[in-house]
């Protein structure tokens, strides 16, 4: 009976082995490293995608002054949206405040309407409007929202121009105050926030603005 022999390697077998071990694990690592650059790639190319559509919405709002912008039902196609603001069939309170606004034209004091707002047929009835001519603007929207005084001055002269818009509205040369400081930027941007006082002065000098209100638990 014949004995087996076991060959041992040779030393050139060994290093071969080594180097393609070697070779293996290097091929290994870059294959890591190649996965790891592309999860870093693809989450930074996600963040940017996320940045950029936050910028966008932040923008969006920021511009239109209010931060509603979803699209809602039109309850009366009449009374379209302004600036995003919808004319809807009730009141909406999970958000509502209350802003109060004076005009002074020519050297007199202009009521603010009623019925800023509210369509003709009681159809429907704007986040912003009014109630009465006590110059409280009303502001009730479905979600927290931000509005500025442009809104509702734009909601009033395409939507109610009949009710009483001063075509000195759309001049220059107003003065205005907020909460009996003078406002030296854009009317239009004045931010309504709960109980701002806002005085508007065209041809009226010498006018004293509202530093109070009597809001009567509004």
Known sequence: ?????????????????????QIRREAERKRRQKRSRITIISTIVAVAVIAVGLTSFIVYNNTHGQSQTQT????????????????????????????????????QQSPLPAQIGIASDQSCLYWLHTHDTSGVIHMEAPIQSSFVLGNFLNEWSTEFPSVGYPSEL???????YVNGKPYTGDFHKIPLQAHTLIT?????????????YNWNGL
């Open 72 to 107: 809602r039902p039109i309850v009366n196609p009449q009374y379209p949206p302004v600036d995003n603001i919808y004319c809807e069939q009730q009141e909406q309170l999970a958000f509502h405040i209350h802003a109060h606004l004076t005009l002074y034209i020519n050297g």
């Open 170 to 176: 759309d001049q220059t040369g107003w003065q205005a």
């Open 1 to 21: 009976m014949s004995k087996q022999v076991t060959r041992r390697p040779k030393k050139q077998d060994l290093r071969k082995e080594r180097r393609e071990e």
């Open 200 to 212: 508007l002065a065209y041809n009226t000098p010498h006018v004293v603005p509202d530093t109070t």
